[in-house]
């Protein structure tokens, strides 16, 4: 995406609906993490692909695994920020790096499907199956798509919000 906000739209969306199974604030932030590998390449005109190595499955993987590991020691960080927007928060270190794997990977399903240089199956050159969906998908099409997610993640957190509301004034 030419913008990592965008991003936020999706894993938003996302995280907020599977927030039993998903940590909202490792998933979401996920999709920051792996864009660092972008703006280093720009920063210090290495003259590579932007979207080099994290932004392929495998090592993508790795990255947000590191990720979930480095935010275990945030989790009473996200607790306080997920208060402030009414979610109900427990951080758990299995979740946190899997929401980290999880939010990479959706960033860089987004991304492959936006950039050309993106190589989801790196090392493996053979497979460009994805490359499929460039001639099928637009980059404003996606962009519009990851704009309505945003706008239909307002659901998932109102129900969130809701439950946590519900959950604090039954505690009184």
């Not at 969306?13 to 979401?28: A, E, H, N, Q, Y």
């Not at 864009?35 to 993987?61: K, Q």
Request: hydrophobic share 50%; net charge positive.
């Amino acid at each position: 995406m030419p913008f990592t906000p965008y991003h936020f739209g999706p894993s938003g969306f996302i995280g907020l609906t599977f927030r039993k199974w998903i940590d909202i604030p490792v998933f979401v932030l996920a999709n920051v993490i792996v864009d660092i590998e972008v703006l280093v390449i720009m920063l210090f005109n290495l003259g590579w692909p932007r979207h080099r190595y994290c932004h392929t499955l495998l090592v993508g993987a790795a990255v947000g695994a590191l990720w979930g590991v480095a935010a275990y020691r945030l989790r009473h960080l996200f607790k306080k920020i997920m208060q402030l927007f009414r979610i109900p928060y427990k951080g758990d270190l299995r979740k946190m790096v899997v929401s980290g794997v999880l939010g990479v990977w959706l960033h860089v399903l987004i991304d492959a499907t936006y950039h050309s240089d993106v190589k989801i199956f790196w090392p493996n050159k053979t497979i460009s199956l994805w490359r499929v969906y460039h001639r099928h998908v637009s980059a404003e099409q996606i962009e519009t798509i990851c704009v309505a997610f945003f706008i239909a993640a307002v659901i998932p957190y109102v129900i969130a919000a809701a439950s946590y509301i519900k959950q604090n004034k039954v505690k009184k």
